[in-house]
């Protein structure tokens, strides 16, 4: 088989998956990698929270939609529709007051709260225009773009509205703008969609159904799936019999330490949750028929950069960096 793409490789990355997967960690790894290896990453939250930046760089605040530079080729920042559409029409009308005003506007907003869709078009276009950015040299103004995007269900509706737009609507500008957003998603080479699933029963099936309407559906690439917070054997080899010959002390305490039958139960516990791990491990990656990049469950959780680089070291090796 052959060698996956790098993750970095790309221009656009999307990570999606269930509330509480890891979406959030596995971007900020990925930003933290990317950006260590000399690339101009952005990293961008979608909806109202905030919490990469304080994970990238603990006690920035949140950095809205102006986004902020949280270290050298490493900025993130938040898309809120409102703000999105509000610098959309201001471009298509010209007049950035006249938006604000049309915004600003109840029985506008009434309607638009009522209108599916247009939250995901206009944030997808403003991921679009962000990828189009250049510098006065002509150089993209970002190297990868990482989309920490809503929970799944959510996540596939999210990408799947431009297509829906482009089949309903015949011409004008709403059709064009959608279309290159289409276009964006679909485009094998730079795009990628990255589930991230933790490796549970129900989760093997979800995500099975997820990469399968994320192909089949939409149309956008997806390589491999991130299982996330496995637990590690607890053992090294050699020490298989550990919990054995603990129990074989019977009684017996070992000095400063708990009765051995209680160590023997804990790392009996740990054995058996790394073991079933590894069963729906192999599950995902079977039902998907994708290689799937396990990350270990780090035992005192994610605060900072420290761990996030911890996670970065699996997700994307470092080969050598590329100048920025
Ligand atoms: N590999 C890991 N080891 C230990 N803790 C982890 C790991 N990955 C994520 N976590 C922790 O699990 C929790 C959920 O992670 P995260 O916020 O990244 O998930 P999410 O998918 O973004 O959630 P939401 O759907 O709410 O946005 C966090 O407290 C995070 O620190
Ligand atoms: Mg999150």
């Not at 638009?112 to 225009?129: S, Y």
Request: aromatic letters at 2%.
């Amino acid at each position: 088989m052959d060698p996956l793409r790098p993750l970095t490789d790309r221009r656009l990355v999307i990570v999606t998956g269930k509330g509480g997967t890891g979406k959030t960690t596995v971007t900020a790894a990925l930003a933290l990698a990317a950006s260590r290896a000399g690339l101009r990453v952005l990293a961008v939250e979608v909806g109202p929270d905030s919490e990469l930046p304080g994970l990238l760089a603990p006690g920035t605040p949140d950095p809205g939609y102006e986004g902020v530079e949280l270290g050298a080729g490493l900025r993130a920042m938040r898309i809120e529709p409102y703000r999105a559409l509000g610098e959309y029409l201001g471009l298509q009308l010209g007049v950035r007051a006249l938006a604000d005003r049309v915004l600003r506007n109840r029985a506008f907003r009434q309607l638009l709260d009522a209108a599916p869709g247009w939250r995901e078009l206009i944030t997808l276009g403003k991921v679009w225009h962000l990828e189009q950015m250049q510098e006065p040299e002509g150089r993209p103004r970002f190297d990868l773009i990482l989309v920490d995007a809503p929970a799944t269900g959510h996540g596939l509706t999210f990408l799947d509205v431009p297509r829906v737009v482009v089949s309903a609507v015949r011409m004008g500008p709403l059709r064009r703008n959608a279309a290159l957003v289409e276009a964006m998603v679909k485009d094998r080479d730079r795009t990628l969609l990255l589930p991230v699933a933790l490796a549970e029963e129900l989760p093997a099936r979800e995500t099975e159904e997820l990469v399968r309407r994320a192909r089949d559906e939409i149309g956008i690439a997806v390589d491999r799936v991130v299982v996330n917070a496995l637990t590690p054997p607890p053992l090294p080899a050699g020490l298989e019999d550990l919990p054995r010959r603990l129990r074989g002390l019977g009684t017996q305490r070992l000095p400063g330490l708990p009765p051995p039958a209680s160590m023997a139960a804990c790392i009996e516990h740990l054995r058996a949750r790394s073991a079933l791990g590894t069963r729906y491990l192999r599950e995902i990656r079977e039902r998907c028929g994708l290689p799937v990049v396990a990350l270990p469950a780090l035992p005192a959780g994610v605060e900072g950069p420290s761990e996030l680089a911890e996670l970065a070291a699996v997700l994307a090796p470092a080969h050598g960096t590329r100048a920025r």
